[in-house]
């Protein structure tokens, strides 16, 4: 039983790879869209802040835009159903004690904190993200992206639904594109996904990864 499970865990990480080139007349369906959504806001986060926004585009005048800042993946942004762009807060235009507050509200309202242990456990975290300087902060909701990342990737793989992680592009001009900085928000990191077109060859190739004892070391 273990064994099954194991391979059942497995097989949709054998399947998956970086895909070059999604069928774009493919498209995901609004339902499953919504799974996906569903899958990125159960991510684990520290404290379960979720200091990230997550802005969808299936716009193609927009992908194409994006497009020319990315670098060499331009390919899978335009042929791609869904642009998931994760971007994090600007530190210098977010009032810390405002934001702790406003995600911890739901936890005031649903769990049993008494407002002593409520403020208590506030303060401890604002004291902690104020002692973080700008790179800091900034690193620290970069880290909580990529943990929803990976889900949604492995996600995605159990779906057969493609993807392809960007991490090369122009940052910058996203911003400007996406009306970022008066939004207060930075783009971080970018989730292509969609389906692969029979034309993408590197769908055919074998899987590469390092030996399990070149990468672990057991103390």
């Known amino acids: 039983m273990i064994k099954n499970n194991f391979n059942n ?18 498209k995901i369906t609004e339902k499953c869209l919504n799974n996906i959504l569903e899958v990125i806001n159960l991510s684990p986060s520290s404290y379960g802040l979720q200091p990230y926004k997550i802005i969808i585009i299936n716009n193609n005048k927009i992908k194409k835009e994006l497009s020319y800042f990315s670098y ?15 971007s994090i807060y600007n530190k210098k235009k977010l009032n810390i004690e405002n934001f702790v507050e406003k995600n911890l509200k739901l936890i005031k309202e649903q769990r ?8 208590k456990y506030k ?9 973080l300087t ?4 900034e690193s620290w909701e970069s880290e909580q992206t990529y943990l929803s990342l990976g889900i949604l990737i492995y996600y ?5 639904i493609d993807t392809c992680t960007i991490g090369g592009f ?14 207060g928000l930075k783009s971080n990191i970018i989730l ?15 899987k590469i990864r390092k030996p399990i004892s070149d990468i672990i070391i057991k103390n």
Request: charged share 30%; glycine share 2%; proline share 1%.
């Open 134 to 137: 700008k790179e800091e902060f």
């Open 156 to 160: 995605c793989s159990i779906l057969k």
């Open 123 to 131: 303060k401890s975290i604002v004291n902690f993200l104020n002692s």
């Open 170 to 183: 122009k940052k910058d001009k996203f911003d400007e594109i996406l009306n970022f900085k008066k939004l």
């Open 72 to 86: 060499n993946n331009n390919n899978q942004i335009i042929s791609s159903s869904h642009l998931i762009i994760f």
């Open 112 to 119: 049993n904190f008494t407002e002593k242990n409520y403020e």
């Open 192 to 206: 292509s996904i969609g389906y692969r077109s029979v034309k993408d060859n590197y769908q055919f190739l074998k």
């Open 9 to 26: 865990f497995i097989e949709p990480l054998k399947w998956r790879y970086s895909v070059k080139k999604f069928d774009s007349k493919k």
